[in-house]
């Protein structure tokens, strides 16, 4: 079941990231095409080789300038969804030592990419730190859950939410910034006037990244601060002051994009506003309603 | 801290009918002369900088030390 799960999030990211790659960069659809076939098959032979996700994370990191914005996106988002599957088979099959001292420098972690967050300016080393942050929530979820004894609904809570919600910012910010065109966060000021329902999927997206109440990934950050009280007050200290940092950093989206100068209206292309919109309406019935999530979470595990 | 600075950088052209009338003064609540339209205000950044909140997360860990061991 753990194999379906994961092969149904690579499959939701394939098929919007398809979606938006035909409407700006045609030839990316190809590689991601080839990427998703090699991925799914990897899921099924061996949990070790999903650490090739290593390379599909580290190739934003090392070639930011050389990638363009569709792939940027299907590396992040690829190589946390499988990330995230290493790292829960991982967990599941072997007994760790000093799990604890990793739940902490994992937080800690958490909380200084928060603040490299706040001060980003350049939107793809944002999305970059956004999606390292998240990938640290799964390592965090997972070393809590194993501290506790029972990895069950912690497991796969964090990278289900991620994937709607991180797919959501991923493809607003890549419309409302012409596919990266506009390279720089501060340009994206008054988008709000030029095109209403991309940002406030956009703002729905930051604000469900922040870990607002009512929206999916606070559900996922509830169950882990509501666990890692139980075991030890340090994680929960820090996890509370890196879910202010967080707050800040993804407030900032929120707040750009409602500032500024009215703009001429931007024709909108409807199939990637429908695709937002079902995405952005998933992440508020699943905050809202978090015993939908929770009863599919309990299938998997 | 976010929300004040919200209200205080909010438009500052009058708009009429989706046309630009004119450039108003900026009215900005702190008195601020600098462009706004950057992610963080130079105001704000003087004291909400990076090297404070690294300052704050080390004495965070310094205070939990006990906690720890």
Redesign the interface.
């Known amino acids: 079941m753990i194999d379906i799960f994961f092969a149904s999030l690579i499959l939701i990211t394939f098929f919007s990231m398809s979606i938006y790659s035909f409407f700006y960069e045609k030839k990316d659809f190809l590689y991601l095409f080839i990427i998703s076939l090699i991925i799914l098959p990897i899921i099924k032979i061996n949990f070790y080789a999903s650490l090739l996700s290593i390379l599909f994370l580290l190739t934003p990191v090392f070639l930011l300038k050389k990638i363009d914005y569709t792939q940027l996106t299907f590396f992040c988002m690829y190589g946390s969804i499988l990330m995230a599957y290493f790292l829960l088979e991982f967990f599941l099959a072997y007994e760790l030592p000093y799990i604890f001292w990793i739940a902490i420098a994992t937080v800690i972690l958490i909380c200084v990419l928060g603040i490299m967050g706040i001060f980003e300016d350049d939107l793809k080393k944002y999305l970059v730190y956004s999606n390292a942050i998240q990938l640290a929530f799964v390592l965090l979820d997972l070393s809590v859950a194993k501290i506790a004894g029972k990895i069950s609904t912690l497991g796969t809570v964090q990278i289900f939410n991620y994937t709607f919600a991180g797919l959501l910012l991923f493809i607003t910010l890549g419309i409302l910034s012409e596919d990266n065109k506009m390279k720089k966060i501060s340009s994206l000021y008054g988008s709000y006037y030029r095109d209403k329902y991309n940002s406030i999927f956009s703002i729905v997206s930051a604000l469900s990244l922040a870990g607002l109440p009512g929206l999916n990934i606070f559900v996922s950050e509830w169950y882990l601060f509501k666990t890692s009280f139980m075991i030890n007050l340090t994680i929960t200290i820090f996890g509370v002051f890196a879910a202010l940092l967080l707050f800040v950093m993804y407030f900032k989206i929120a707040n750009i994009l409602l500032v500024g100068d009215g703009k001429p209206l931007k024709r909108n292309i409807k199939p990637l506003v429908y695709l937002n919109g079902i995405f952005a309406i998933i992440c508020v019935l699943f905050g809202l309603l978090p015993q939908i999530q929770i009863y599919i979470l309990n299938m998997v595990l | 801290m ?1 929300f004040i ?2 209200i205080a ?5 009058h ?1 009429k009918h ?1 046309v ?1 009338m004119k450039e108003k003064k900026s009215t900005y609540m702190g008195g601020e002369k600098d462009e ?5 205000p130079k105001q704000i950044e003087k004291f909400f ?2 090297r404070i ?2 300052l ?2 080390l004495i ?2 310094l205070l ?1 030390i006990p ?2 061991v």
């Open positions: 976010c600075w919200f950088t909010d438009s500052n052209l708009i989706g630009v706004q339209r950057i992610v963080i900088n990076k909140l690294f704050i997360l965070i860990l939990l906690l720890l």
